[in-house]
């Protein structure tokens, strides 16, 4: 049996921009997706606390150190700048890894965006 289970969690960022005319995705800082241990064109869940919307899409890397946490494409219309969210991806797994796996949950300043 296969199980969905958390791998990673950047709990509460601030939306910095929202880009109507990208073609799609969430650009994140660099060092956040280092730290959360997402990968470039990964599948994330995106949370908007502010509003209650969940979206999937795929993480890009934005400039690092920039604090940057921008919705592109249609999700620009559901996430506002400064609203907080929680990005979470998830691994396929099997039950034995589900019983040892610790998933990676940081949680970044929110004034800047940056791992603590």
Known sequence: MLL???KSKIHRVRVTEA???YVGSITLDENLMDAANILTNEKVQVLNLNNGERIETYAIPGERGSGVVCLNGAAARLFQVDDI?????YAIVTEDEARS???KVIFPDLETNQPK
Not at 85 to 89: E, F, N, R
């Open 85 to 89: 969210v929680l990005i979470i991806s």
């Open 101 to 103: 796996y610790v998933p």
């Open 19 to 21: 880009n109507l005319n």
């Open 4 to 6: 969905h289970i958390l």
